[in-house]
């Protein structure tokens, strides 16, 4: 049998972080994928690896793309998955000036970060994996995956997502977390997740990982339920904030800046337009001032969390 991970090249890496995000059902507002593919562009991350899509995908319902070469030749473009490697300089080595990049964004609760993912040592190296969702296959397609980060001797690592919630796309971007290792958990401040019911290749994959003896954190941006067809870059905003202020990377993400004010300016003027969207939308304003006037259950990864389950629950349907 044909090895389905097809090796560009095998970089030179040293217990690397691994970030994961997929296109598709665990990427409301195209957030998690734009949150990966900025962060793969800022630390110039390079392709070494594929996986080949013909035993995991459902061509009828991730079609692959035609496309004309040079203006006559044809050519077909098949759904995959990418395996990137990037090496990250140290925390003090400012990319670029400007704004802080955790301005605007209330730190998640818990302890120092563990040495590993500190920054304190100097660079780190990054395996980087991203693609469209796979509809088959998943035990084959995650063990795959994690094969390469336990034959790298992988530290740790971080799944991007984003949900449809009930808030206000006025409002900074609650990112909420979960970890399986307790000894994880404890020094991000995030909780053991006790959600069950459907899931999709985020929770798999998590739990592959936890398998493997890899810790494994996820990350998920609430994203509002009345612009879900709209990519929001505010949510892949806080995502690339808070995964760059875990792995302890220096990151700035400027141009995801003006495009989360670009997106937040838009979807502002097309709610003015409706009376009933401006009602509703002020009414989640108001709910969510009434949170932040609680600061407790503002930072409270457990009410967070809630969000993420009641997504889940919710679109068990599409699944």
Same mark, same amino acid.
């Given at each position: 049998?044909?090895?389905?991970?097809?090796?560009?090249?095998?970089? %030179?890496?040293? =217990?690397?972080?691994?970030?994961?995000?997929?296109?598709?059902? =665990?990427?409301?507002?195209?957030?998690?994928? @734009?949150? @990966?593919?900025?962060?793969?562009?800022?630390?110039?991350?390079?392709? +070494? !690896?594929?996986?080949?899509?013909?035993?995991?995908?459902?061509?009828?319902?991730?079609?692959?793309?035609?496309?004309?070469?040079?203006?006559?030749?044809?050519?077909?473009?098949?759904?995959?998955?990418?395996?990137?490697?990037?090496?990250?300089?140290?925390?003090? #080595?400012?990319?670029?000036?400007?704004?802080?990049?955790?301005?605007?964004?209330?730190?998640?609760?818990?302890?120092?970060?563990?040495?590993?993912?500190?920054?304190? #040592?100097?660079?780190?190296? @990054?395996?980087?994996?991203?693609?469209?969702?796979?509809?088959?296959?998943?035990?084959?397609?995650?063990?795959?995956? #994690?094969?390469?980060? &336990?034959?790298?001797?992988?530290?740790?690592?971080?799944?991007?997502?984003?949900?449809? *919630?009930?808030?206000?796309? #006025?409002?900074?971007?609650?990112?909420?977390?979960?970890?399986?290792?307790?000894?994880?958990?404890?020094?991000?401040?995030?909780?053991?997740?006790?959600? /069950?019911?459907?899931?999709?290749?985020?929770?798999?994959?998590?739990?592959?990982?936890?398998?493997?003896?890899?810790?494994? !954190?996820? +990350?998920? *941006?609430?994203?509002?339920?009345?612009?879900?067809?709209?990519?929001?870059?505010?949510?892949?905003?806080?995502?690339?904030?808070?995964? !760059?202020?875990?792995?302890?990377?220096?990151? =700035?993400?400027?141009?995801?800046?003006?495009?989360? %004010?670009?997106?937040?300016?838009?979807?502002?003027?097309? &709610?003015? %337009?409706?009376? %009933?969207?401006?009602?509703?939308? !002020?009414?989640?304003?108001?709910?969510?001032?009434? /949170?932040?006037?609680?600061?407790?259950?503002?930072?409270?990864?457990?009410?967070?969390?809630?969000?993420?389950?009641?997504?889940?629950?919710?679109?068990?349907?599409?699944?």
């Amino acid at each position: 049998m044909t090895d389905p991970l097809r090796w560009d090249h095998r970089p %030179d890496l040293r =217990n690397p972080l691994v970030v994961v995000a997929f296109e598709g059902w =665990n990427d409301a507002g195209d957030a998690a994928s @734009l949150a @990966l593919a900025y962060l793969a562009q800022t630390w110039g991350a390079e392709r +070494f !690896a594929s996986v080949d899509p013909e035993e995991f995908y459902d061509f009828t319902a991730t079609r692959p793309q035609a496309r004309l070469v040079d203006g006559c030749t044809r050519s077909i473009d098949w759904p995959e998955v990418e395996l990137l490697s990037a090496r990250i300089p140290p925390a003090a #080595t400012p990319i670029a000036t400007g704004t802080p990049p955790t301005a605007g964004i209330p730190p998640m609760a818990g302890t120092a970060l563990p040495p590993y993912i500190s920054g304190t #040592t100097g660079g780190k190296d @990054l395996i980087l994996v991203r693609g469209v969702e796979p509809q088959l296959r998943w035990r084959t397609f995650c063990s795959l995956i #994690t094969s390469v980060a &336990v034959d790298y001797e992988a530290e740790m690592a971080l799944i991007l997502g984003a949900l449809l *919630a009930d808030v206000p796309h #006025t409002r900074p971007v609650r990112v909420s977390g979960t970890a399986d290792d307790e000894e994880l958990a404890t020094r991000l401040g995030l909780v053991h997740s006790t959600y /069950e019911g459907p899931t999709g290749i985020v929770g798999v994959l998590h739990h592959t990982f936890t398998g493997t003896g890899i810790p494994s !954190a996820t +990350f998920w *941006a609430s994203v509002p339920h009345y612009v879900h067809q709209v990519p929001s870059p505010k949510a892949a905003l806080a995502l690339v904030e808070r995964s !760059a202020s875990v792995i302890g990377a220096p990151v =700035n993400p400027l141009e995801l800046r003006v495009a989360a %004010d670009e997106y937040e300016r838009q979807v502002s003027e097309r &709610v003015a %337009d409706d009376d %009933d969207a401006a009602a509703y939308v !002020a009414q989640l304003e108001e709910a969510d001032d009434t /949170e932040d006037d609680h600061p407790a259950l503002l930072h409270d990864p457990e009410r967070l969390a809630e969000e993420v389950e009641r997504f889940l629950r919710r679109h068990g349907g599409d699944a």
